[in-house]
């Protein structure tokens, strides 16, 4: 199959704008009782977009799906309803238990507590039953227990092409000239780390080799072994920043030892200084502006200022809104921090 035969490539964020259900709808009517190929390169998104678009290819009965790059969550369930499922040999499949945004900021009293614990219980029972039915598609294609499935989504590790046709989540694995395997970037690496999704094991592009990024993920990798089975190390220690920096699911010790060479540990220490340096420079930014809030905001006044006079845009601000204004760029900057 070759790039020139796609009816339809979904790629980006499950949901997003070329990801959608619309196109999805229009190219199956357009080609109905016709083969449609499908070209995937996503690492997920919006589960009820996948799980809308995996029903539609279903229902169309002759839809073939071709994944390249990396392919993650939504995006591997929206294949889940083709006829035919193919991967290029450089691409990589990941599945992972169903997650959610949640932030909460305040100041909470027990009541208040209580509620959010009730609140936070409903979502993991509405998260359990999710990952069950997921489990229940992901083990029809793979013709496997539903229990099985779910031990591989808890461990959340990438499978390769082959691990993916081992595993059942696709029928043919193919090497097309045209179809280069990832790169991995400092970008697309912090991106999913943020959403909590494993760094897969795949070359460094160019552009970002000798970034200070590349050299603490050299540094950690020259004395841990990646892990290739997500199933094997699933009783593994899970160290979450380690794995994340080294794109594992779990770090293989021996005796619960990791073993350390004098030149390891160098590595280590001057890539960590790197970053010492950083939030040390930033640090003294957020003295300086912690000292200034320190001090009076003004010198008094027996002024009178008439506030209904002073409403525009152009009116000086009081003691107490420049007080605040400075508050919230110190706590903006020791966020970024």
């Known amino acids: 199959m070759s790039k020139t035969a796609y009816n339809i490539s979904l790629k980006g964020y499950v949901g997003g704008s070329d990801f959608d259900r619309k196109t999805v709808d229009t190219t199956l009517a357009q080609n109905e009782g016709k083969r449609?190929?499908?070209?995937?390169?996503?690492?997920?998104?919006?589960l009820a977009t996948g799980l809308s678009i995996s029903s539609a290819f279903r229902n169309h009965g002759n839809v073939a799906v071709h994944f390249v790059g990396l392919n993650a969550s939504a995006a591997t369930i929206a294949s889940l309803g083709a006829a035919h499922i193919s991967m290029d040999a450089g691409a990589m499949y990941l599945v992972h238990k169903c997650s959610m945004a949640f932030f909460e900021w305040g100041s909470l009293n027990s009541d208040q507590f209580?509620?959010?614990?009730?609140?936070?219980?409903?979502?993991k029972a509405d998260l359990d039953k999710l990952d069950l039915n997921v489990a229940q598609l992901y083990a029809a294609r793979c013709k496997r227990k539903p229990e099985d499935l779910l031990v591989l989504m808890k461990v959340g590790g990438w499978l390769s092409a082959k691990e993916a046709l081992e595993w059942g989540f696709v029928d043919e694995i193919t090497d097309l000239a045209d179809e280069p395997a990832p790169k991995l970037t400092d970008a697309l690496a912090s991106a999913m780390a943020s959403e909590g999704m494993p760094i897969p094991n795949i070359p460094l592009s160019e552009a970002d080799k000798d970034s200070a990024f590349t050299r603490f993920l050299a540094a950690l990798t020259s004395f841990f072994k990646p892990s290739t089975n997500p199933i094997t190390t699933a009783m593994n220690k899970t160290y979450t920043f380690l794995c994340a920096v080294l794109g594992i699911s779990a770090i293989a010790l021996t005796d619960n030892k990791a073993s350390l060479t004098d030149e390891d540990l160098v590595k280590i220490d001057n890539a960590l200084k790197e970053k010492d340096d950083v939030i040390a420079s930033k640090d003294a930014t957020i003295a300086d502006l912690q000292a200034k809030l320190d001090k009076k905001p003004a010198e008094d006044t027996s002024t009178v200022v008439d506030d209904a006079k002073q409403s525009g845009k152009d009116a000086p601000k009081n003691h107490v809104e420049q007080f605040v204004d400075t508050y919230n760029s110190a706590r903006a900057l020791f966020n970024e921090v």
């Not at 449609?36 to 919006?46: C, E, K, P, Q, Y």
């Not at 209580?114 to 979502?123: P, Q, V």
Request: net charge negative.
């Open 36 to 46: 449609v190929n499908v070209l995937i390169d996503s690492l997920g998104g919006s």
């Open 114 to 123: 209580a509620t959010l614990i009730a609140d936070c219980e409903k979502i």
